[in-house]
């Protein structure tokens, strides 16, 4: 029971942090419409929602970081630990019992995603909707992947994903 309660809240954390940050943003995102744009800028928006697409939502998310957030939450459902299962979602995002690189992974893209949002405040329009909205696309994308993954494995109860443990847990698995 432990086990299915940490997969449960693992995923609606991580998916609900995605879906809550393309529902902030899309508010922002939505400004564009009210500036009085060039086509330009149009191209631009353009532009950068497609390479948003596939650079963040397809490749990141998809590609990479959905098929390890179901497998990290399939390991935590067969061997669940009740403070990984309280730190459910940060388990799932490789911020807590992971390996070395998974973490340091995972720091650096928080960062980074830190550092774009610094910059992205301080973006005069129209470029913060611009930006915004290819974000959005994104995290949407990542959204709905992460969902598909996490879908995928409960029903398969398996994962073919290294979910990218500490050395220690192979050595008492």
Do not use: C
Request: hydrophobic residues 55%; charged residues 10%; without cysteine.
């Amino acid at each position: 029971m432990l086990g299915r309660i940490g997969f449960f809240w693992g995923a609606i954390g991580v998916v609900g942090l995605l879906l809550t940050s393309v529902v902030r943003l899309s508010n922002i995102a939505l400004e564009f419409l009210h500036y009085p744009a060039q086509t330009w800028h149009y191209v631009v928006l353009s532009v950068w929602v497609v390479f948003m697409a596939y650079s963040e939502g397809y490749k990141g998310f998809q590609q990479a970081f959905s098929p390890r957030v179901a497998a990290r939450l399939l390991w935590l459902q067969n061997n669940p630990k009740p403070w990984l299962v309280l730190l459910a979602p940060l388990f799932a995002m490789g911020f807590v019992y992971a390996s070395t690189k998974r973490s340091l992974i995972s720091f650096t893209i928080l960062i980074m995603a830190a550092v774009f949002i610094f910059i992205a405040l301080n973006l005069p329009q129209p470029w913060r909707p611009i930006l915004d909205a290819g974000v959005v696309i994104g995290l949407l994308w990542g959204a709905v992947a992460t969902g598909w993954q996490i879908y995928a494995v409960m029903r398969a109860g398996t994962s073919l994903i290294d979910p990218d443990l500490p050395r220690s847990a192979h050595s008492h698995a």
